[in-house]
Structures are given as C-alpha cells and as structure tokens.
C-alpha cells in the first residue's frame, strides 16, 4: 500500500512561489500515477496536475504555465512548483496516488491519499 505524505505549504504574497513535495512511504509505487488535486470551503476536490510513472504530465487549465510537476530519480517523491501564485490558488493541496486511475482529473479513481497541506495566498 502506498501512503502518500504532503509537505511544502503555507502562506505566501500574491506573485510568489512554493514547492509542494509528496513522498511516499509504504511500497514503492512503481507504475503509479501521482496527482495533485485542491480543495476550498466552497469547492469539491478540484484536479491540478499529475505525472505518470513514466514522466507524462498533465495540468488543470488555471495552473498550465505557472505550475510544474516532477519526480525525483528513485521516483519516491513528486513536487509541484508553484509560481506566480494568485489569490485564487489559496487552498487545502492533497497528493493521490493510483496504479490505474481510470479517470486522471476524477478524485474519486485515486486509491491513496495524503493528509492535505494549506496553501494561502495574500493579495
């Protein structure tokens, strides 16, 4: 079983950056995809970005060309950097992992979850 564990959060001026990182402990997920997804009071679990075993990326409209997905060599550990940040982007983050994620951008086809960690955003 694959835990997935978040950690990079916090508070941040509008324009900034942060880098989210989601190390896995448990198994190795070999052949997972990792995704990143975020949440708000007033929203459901929204997609960001998400990275297969094998480097292919993908990413939410709002957050194409500000963030960036990758993965470390021993492919423990996903980061997303996230830059020229807004307002909008404040949220709770939680990585998810899944060997065969029917549905890429669907929260409910992730098996594994973390915890979350809160983004804030000052304007």
């Known amino acids: 079983q694959v835990q997935p564990v978040e950690s990079g959060g916090g508070l941040v001026q509008a324009g900034g950056s942060l880098r989210l990182s989601c190390a896995a402990s448990?198994?190795?997920?070999?052949?997972?995809?990792v995704a990143w997804f975020r949440q708000t009071p007033e929203t459901g679990r929204q997609f960001v970005s998400a990275?297969?075993?094998?480097?292919?990326?993908l990413y939410a409209e709002s957050v194409r060309g500000r963030f960036t997905i990758s993965r470390d060599d021993a492919k423990t550990t996903v980061y997303l950097q996230m830059n020229s940040l807004k307002s909008e982007d404040t949220a709770v983050y939680y990585c998810?992992?899944?060997?065969?994620?029917?549905?890429?951008?669907?929260?409910?086809?992730?098996?594994?979850w973390g915890q979350g960690t809160q983004v804030t955003v000052s304007s």
């Open positions: 998810a992992a899944d060997a065969r994620p029917l549905n890429y951008y669907d929260p409910q086809k992730y098996d594994y």
């Open positions: 448990g198994r190795t997920p070999s052949g997972y995809w």
């Open positions: 990275i297969s075993w094998t480097g292919t990326t």
